[in-house]
């Protein structure tokens, strides 16, 4: 994929103003979920899905500190939060927040963007680390960097969980693209296990890909036992 590579190589920052575009969208969020959803259109086809099996992989284990990574309006962790799971939420817009704190007050929220919000997860850990429909609004340079980094907050058991628009490989993503070009947003940046497997997350993750619905799937990233990767770099 074309724009993968010109955004891995060079980086940068998306040109949207994602923090206004998600406090506008706030009050309406979760009905535009609900209707892609149920209608089984792009990009939230799969989300109930999805939502259900990162409850079930998470609940047959008590007491596990969760980190949600974009937490929204709260839909994806609120099962999480009823069966007494302590989460922390870090999202930059404050209405997605306001939000959330509705449905799950006790939770702990930091309101900043992923990329400044490490120093204050400094030293922090966690069982889990979930970004649901959130990382691809990093282009993959920093995606790669901020799950680099967060390696540090997991702890030895720990896992991240990816919800997200996702594919196999980068020419299924293409194709994707292609079905859907009338609504296909140029602005987000899909994880696809390719990418992921052979740029991304090669250094301190192992990855287990399932598909959920015709656009979306569930990464689960595990830390390696060597973290340096020396062998795979070979
Ligand atoms: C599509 S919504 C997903 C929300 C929720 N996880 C869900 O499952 O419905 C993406 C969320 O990520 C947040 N977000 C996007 N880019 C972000 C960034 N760079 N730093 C922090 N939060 C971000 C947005 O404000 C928004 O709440």
């Known amino acids: 994929m074309l724009s993968f590579w010109i955004t891995f190589l060079f980086g940068g920052n998306t040109m949207r103003d994602n923090k206004q575009l998600f406090n506008d969208w706030a009050s309406s969020y979760d009905d535009s979920v609900k209707k892609s959803d149920q209608n ?3 990009p939230f086809a799969g989300y109930s899905l999805i939502q259900e ?3 079930k992989k998470i609940v047959t ?3 596990l500190k969760i980190l949600e990574m974009g937490i929204g309006t709260g839909r994806m962790t609120f099962k999480l939060y009823n069966s007494g799971y302590e989460i922390t ?3 930059s817009s ?3 927040i306001e939000k959330s704190k509705i449905l799950m007050p006790l939770n702990k929220y930091i309101n900043k963007d992923f990329l ?3 120093p204050e997860l400094n030293g922090i850990k966690y069982d889990v680390i979930i970004f649901a429909y959130s990382i691809h609004h990093l282009m993959p340079i920093n995606q790669k960097y901020l799950l680099d980094m967060l390696s540090n907050n997991l702890n030895p058991y720990g896992c991240i969980i990816i919800g997200d628009v996702m594919t196999r490989t980068s020419s299924e993503l293409d194709s994707l693209a292609i079905e859907n070009s009338g609504i296909w947003d140029e602005e987000e940046f899909y994880p696809t296990l390719e990418d992921y497997n052979n740029k991304v997350i090669k250094q301190f993750y192992d990855v287990e890909f399932t598909k959920v619905s015709f656009c979306s799937g569930i990464m689960t990233l595990r830390k390696k ?3 340096k990767g020396d062998n795979d770099d070979k």
């Open 61 to 63: 284990v008590p007491n």
């Open 40 to 42: 089984n259109t792009y």
């Open 225 to 227: 036992t060597n973290k």
């Open 53 to 55: 099996m990162i409850y």
């Open 116 to 118: 400044k919000v490490l």
């Open 89 to 91: 939420g870090v999202d």
């Open 94 to 96: 404050s209405k997605m």
